[in-house]
T-cell receptor, first 115, second 115 residues
Framework: DAGITQSPRYKITETGRQVTLMCHQTWSHSYMFWYRQDLGHGLRLIYYSAAADITDKGEVPDGYVVSRSKTENFPLTLESATRSQTSVYFC??????????????FGQGTRLTVV | AQSVTQPDIHITVSEGASLELRCNYSYGATPYLFWYVQSPGQGLQLLLKYFSGDTLVQGIKGFEAEFKRSQSSFNLRKPSVHWSDAAEYFCAVGGYGGSQGNLIFGKGTKLSVKP
């Protein structure tokens, strides 16, 4: 299916466990992003990637790891989950042109609960 | 620093009434401006965008927004609200020269609609 898909949609994990959230897009967009959404904070950028094998930190990167070996995939790993990482995670992609951003397209989100 | 401010956390309007959601931005370069809507449990959907040209832009679902450079604002409007418009609305800014290639989001305005 065309678009951007996240998996799983819901996840419950225990403190200290490693968990990976998957993101796949079919547009071949160069840019991909991970945001977390928390009440009162809106969307905060965790990590982003401008192309395959190029990643960089966003506003709240601590405790997260990303990789991008293929253009279409951008997994987000919580190396040792903490309760403060309970959140809704959104993956997005966009085609940043030489003259600026185009719009970002968002996945449906992954609701992660750390117990 | 680049930022987006949505002054109203929560707005309630009656069905059929007009709506205006406020958005102010701080951006050092030419801004590209966006409004997204998020229904409960869903990802973000683009309502409209402004890149250049006519400062009044039309979007989906009967929404429009006006870019006012002198006021650094990009307010979202709708002449007659429908119950299905109840959702959270996010303003975002990006553009050439913007850091990281990502969009910077406001914290959102939750819209409730009274019958």
């Amino acid at each position: 299916d065309a678009g951007i898909t996240q998996s799983p949609r819901y996840k419950i994990t225990e403190t200290g466990r490693q968990v990976t959230l998957m993101c796949h897009q079919t547009w071949s967009h160069s840019y991909m992003f991970w945001y977390r959404q928390d009440l009162g904070h809106g969307l905060r950028l965790i990590y982003y990637s401008a192309a395959a094998d190029i990643t960089d930190k966003g506003e709240v990167p601590d405790g997260y790891v990303v990789s991008r070996s293929k253009t279409e995939n951008f997994p987000l790993t919580l190396e040792s989950a903490t309760r403060s990482q309970t959140s809704v995670y959104f993956c997005a992609s966009s085609e940043h042109t030489g003259t600026g951003n185009t719009e970002a397209f968002f996945g449906q989100g992954t609701r992660l609960t750390v117990v | 620093a680049q930022s987006v401010t949505q002054p109203d956390i929560h707005i309630t309007v009656s069905e059929g009434a007009s709506l205006e959601l406020r958005c102010n931005y701080s951006y050092g370069a030419t801004p590209y401006l966006f409004w997204y809507v998020q229904s409960p449990g869903q990802g973000l959907q683009l309502l409209l965008k402004y890149f250049s040209g006519d400062t009044l832009v039309q979007g989906i679902k009967g929404f429009e927004a006006e870019f006012k450079r002198s006021q650094s604002s990009f307010n979202l409007r709708k002449p007659s609200v429908h119950w299905s418009d109840a959702a959270e609305y996010f303003c975002a800014v990006g553009g050439y020269g913007g850091s990281q290639g990502n969009l910077i989001f406001g914290k959102g305005t939750k819209l409730s609609v009274k019958p």
